[in-house]
């Protein structure tokens, strides 16, 4: 069997993405070009090796043979690169992490710490974004891993997502503020707002306003910053929602309080996203193993209990 190394490649974008047009998307190629690819692969080993239904593309049982093989070949590639980065001293190696602002506590810093002390010549960047934009980044390969917090199950195609524990969620006001005391939602609704997510994207506030069949306030404004949103809390009348992480910064800010509701926020969860099919390389997989062990030896400690809205 002559199959060339690129060609196990679109095959396993092309099971990753499900369809010929998303995977051609994501390697840069034009459509035929995938649809010759997976032809020349079928010509040589002379069965087909996907499903073509209405909901799009997946392999079948000649096509998973070839996958696991392809899989194990792709491995084997990180590992080689990873023994000749050895060898030859390479400080090149890189290892880009997304992450939100409310994984920023917890266990992600340590993760990244202990990871460094371990791969001393491997280049880290790191970046804070909203959920949407790092999934985005990391199906189009601008970034490797990312720790999110988020409120939807929503994951993109090609990606995966593995729960690493739960945050609970309040309300948050200026200390100016006219509601004092506990009030009802529906109140809270008529007060102008910020979001941290952008327009037409799931966030605590449409859910929140969802659960309970309400409206969304009309005075919104969308902010993925904490130093911005705090000025405007503070200088406002303005509501925000904000999950238990940020209780370090409500300690410490004297000129905001939480709000109570008869209502129940949602939960924010935060996950690991990362590729699919074991695409992830070497390096990605040792820092989700890192983060799987700190995380559990965070959720051992008593801290973080008033932190957490329950363990996964």
């Known amino acids: 069997m002559r199959i060339k190394l690129h060609q196990l490649n679109i095959l396993l974008e092309v099971a990753a993405q499900g369809s010929f047009g998303k995977a051609a998307k994501s390697l840069g190629l034009t459509q035929p070009a995938i649809s010759k690819t997976i032809a020349d692969i079928e010509d040589e080993i002379g069965l087909p090796v996907l499903l073509r239904h209405a909901r799009g593309i997946e392999l079948n049982e000649y096509g998973q043979v070839l996958i696991r093989h392809a899989k194990a070949i792709d491995q084997s590639l990180h590992h080689a690169r990873e023994e000749i980065d050895h060898l030859l001293g390479n400080a090149m190696r890189q290892l880009r992490i997304g992450f939100t602002s409310a994984t920023s506590y917890g266990p992600l810093a340590k993760s990244v710490l202990a ?3 371990q791969y001393p010549n491997v280049k880290i960047i790191t970046q804070q974004n909203r959920p949407p934009i790092l999934q985005r980044k990391i199906t189009q390969k601008e970034l490797d891993v990312a720790v999110v917090s988020r409120s939807d199950n929503f994951v993109e195609e090609g990606l995966e997502s593995e729960l690493l524990y739960s945050l609970g969620n309040f309300i948050i006001a200026g200390n100016n503020h006219p ?3 506990p009030t009802s939602l529906k109140k809270l609704l008529t007060f102008p707002w910020i979001d941290w997510d952008e327009p037409q ?6 859910q ?3 659960r309970y069949n309400l409206p969304l306030p009309q005075n919104v404004i969308h902010c993925s910053s904490p130093e911005v949103t705090q000025y405007l809390l503070e200088n406002s009348t303005m509501l925000s929602i904000w999950s238990t992480a940020g209780l370090p910064l409500l300690t410490q800010n004297p000129r905001l309080h939480k709000i109570a509701i008869n209502e129940t926020l949602p939960l ?3 996950s690991i996203i990362s590729a699919t099919l074991g695409r992830n390389s070497s390096l990605t997989q040792h820092f989700i193993e890192i983060l ?4 559990e ?3 051992q400690q008593e801290g973080p209990e008033q932190f957490l809205a329950h363990h996964p």
Do not use: D, E, G, N
Request: proline share 4%; glycine share 0%.
């Open 201 to 206: 994207q799931p966030s605590l506030l449409s």
């Open 208 to 210: 929140l306003c969802a």
């Open 297 to 299: 030896q965070w959720l």
């Open 115 to 117: 990871f460094q002390q």
């Open 268 to 270: 924010t969860q935060v």
């Open 292 to 295: 799987r062990h700190q995380t």
């Open 179 to 181: 509601i004092k005391h």
